[in-house]
């Protein structure tokens, strides 16, 4: 018998994966799914291994065992990725246009040139993220909200399936990080899925749908069943800020 649910196709399929870096592993037998329009947070412990995951997800590093596996037609270099800035990154001297064109590279292939329907993807998402008026201005010269629409505009141009965010609101005053939020659960409800770590236990619990928790303790499930489950129920009493591995 067939029902919906068993026809869903999932864009992500992690299966016994093992994480590390130097030949250290930090991680093993890690095993989750995304599907379109699921909200997954990474939280954990300091040094748990969230951003060597994000990493390998993005396969920037290989893993030291398992599978990542891809379907329902999302090709590994289709996924937008907002990483974490550097204050090189930030100072980077560029066009906000520039910039948010710079994420349809992977959709030109060979050809050494934007197309005109580059060109107008990065039109429509910068309007997406209310940034039209600024794409002549120098990057460097906005302020850090204004640099996060850019990054997540130029995302947005690589993908029309998965987001994959490395806290996107990082020393954003509380005004623009609700910004952030808002547009991140506005893209979610169009479909796309999000896949963000967050050192933001109420925020994980306010928009997620899922939250993977590594650690000491690893949990995939719900945001209710983490809600409930001790791993939840401890790591939302614990106070400060995340470091990344």
Excluded at 174 to 196: D, Q, V
């Amino acid at each position: 018998m067939n029902s919906d649910k068993e026809a869903i196709v999932a864009l992500l399929t992690i299966q016994n994966l093992a994480l590390g870096y130097d030949s250290h592993i930090i991680v093993r037998d890690l095993n989750f799914s995304v599907n379109e329009g699921d909200y997954l947070c990474i939280v954990g412990e300091n040094g748990s291994g969230k951003s060597t995951l994000m990493r390998t997800l993005l396969r920037l590093q290989e893993p030291y065992g398992g599978q990542i596996l891809t379907g329902d037609g999302l090709a590994p270099n289709e996924i937008g990725y907002l990483p974490q800035q550097t204050l090189v990154q930030r100072d980077f001297p560029a066009s906000v246009r520039e910039i948010v064109l710079s994420g349809c590279q992977a959709r030109c292939g060979r050809r050494p040139f934007y197309s005109r329907a580059d060109k107008q993807l990065a039109d429509e998402n910068m309007e997406r993220m209310g940034i039209s008026d600024l794409a002549g201005r120098c990057y460097r010269e906005l302020s850090g909200g204004q640099q996060q629409r850019v990054l997540l505009a130029r995302a947005l141009c690589a993908t029309g399936k998965m987001l994959l965010l490395d806290e996107p609101t990082a020393g954003l005053d509380p005004r623009a990080t609700e910004g952030m939020y808002t547009l991140i659960a506005e893209l979610n409800r169009e479909g796309k899925a999000i896949i963000m770590i967050s050192h933001d236990i109420a925020a994980a619990v306010k928009y997620a749908t899922h939250i993977l928790h590594i650690g000491e303790t690893v949990f995939f499930g719900t945001r209710e069943e983490y809600t409930e489950s001790e791993a939840g129920r401890l790591f939302a009493r614990q106070e400060g800020g995340e470091e990344h591995v």
